[in-house]
């Protein structure tokens, strides 16, 4: 039994010599869902009456929270892929995000991200507003409130329309 049990890796091996071994398979430079987490992102549809309407992202794990929270809105800012509607006009954009241990976000837009809000009007603004503040509490429950800033200073409005001077709460 010992002397099978020594010959049998040469038999496997001598019978194996002829073929030549398969070639790797190919790893895929990224696998979707691998390293990824679904965000769910809210728009809205219509001109009346609004509808709101999900869309699911796939975006990458990061570690920081601050970065975790400008790819979900980075990807609300650019708008829907697969449905109808709008959550802020075109071209608005963030310049810096921060989130504070107590729960704190504090959003800092672009002047140029208020100046087309502000040329949008005031359902506009609404709409931008209850999109950021649905996808934030959807996807990040651990923030509890959020400070509006424009060019790192704080003002009364986003685009002149609503109040967001202050902080704002993102609790149900």
């Known amino acids: 039994m010992k002397r099978f049990i020594w010959l049998m890796p040469l038999i496997l091996l001598a ?3 002829g073929e ?3 070639p790797p398979a190919e790893v895929p430079e990224s696998w ?3 390293g990824n987490q679904v965000r769910v ?3 809205a549809e219509g001109s009346t009456s609004l509808q709101w ?3 699911a992202r796939a975006l990458e794990i990061l570690e920081d929270p601050a970065a975790r929270v400008e790819a979900a809105l980075n990807e609300l800012l650019a708008g829907p892929r697969e449905v109808n509607g709008r959550a802020f006009p075109l071209g608005c954009g963030l310049e810096q995000v921060f989130v504070e241990s107590d729960g704190t976000l504090t959003l800092d837009f672009s002047e140029s991200s208020a100046q087309r809000l502000s040329r949008a009007g005031s359902l506009e ?3 931008a507003m209850a999109a950021l503040s649905r996808t934030l509490r959807v ?3 651990e923030l509890r409130r959020m400070r509006i800033l424009v ?3 704080q003002r009364e409005s986003l685009g002149g329309h609503l109040s967001t001077g202050g902080l704002l709460s993102l609790e149900d």
């Open 15 to 17: 019978a194996c010599a």
């Open 20 to 22: 030549s071994p398969e």
């Open 32 to 34: 979707e869902g691998y």
């Open 41 to 43: 992102l809210y728009f």
């Open 53 to 55: 309407r999900e869309e």
């Open 125 to 127: 603004e609404r709409v």
């Open 139 to 141: 996807n990040f429950p």
């Open 151 to 153: 060019g790192g200073k």
